[in-house]
């Protein structure tokens, strides 16, 4: 069973930053990896998606203020939150799709960002 371990949650000012990190506890075949998050009375929402041969893209509201990045070797996928704002507080998920799959197979538990304005 593979596990996805998150880090670098936490409460931040508005317009400060965070930098998440992802690692999965063995090593997979990756496609693809992505972070997710979850804000209280909404759903889950794609936040940034990176493919093992480095294509990434993001939702709207997130562009241009967070990157993903990955090492896909090492199973391990980040984002850099900037400028973050009150609107981002959600727990954020991370995510990993195998090659063998045609969705994110693997979850991690989710680590909570606060943004206070």
């Known amino acids: 069973q593979v596990q996805l371990v998150e880090s670098g949650g936490g409460l931040v000012q508005a317009g400060g930053s965070l930098r998440l990190s992802c690692a999965a506890s063995r090593n997979i075949y990756i496609k693809s990896m992505a972070w997710y998050r979850q804000a209280p009375g909404k759903q889950r929402e794609l936040v940034a998606a990176?493919?093992?041969?480095?294509?990434?893209n993001y939702e709207d509201s997130v562009k241009g203020r967070f990157t993903i990045s990955a090492d896909i070797a090492e199973n391990t996928v980040y984002l850099q939150m900037n400028s973050l704002k009150p609107e981002d507080t959600a727990v954020y998920y991370c995510a990993v799709q195998p090659m063998s799959s045609t969705t994110f197979a693997y979850w991690g538990q989710g680590t909570q960002v606060t943004v206070s304005s």
């Open positions: 990176i493919t093992r041969n480095g294509r990434t």
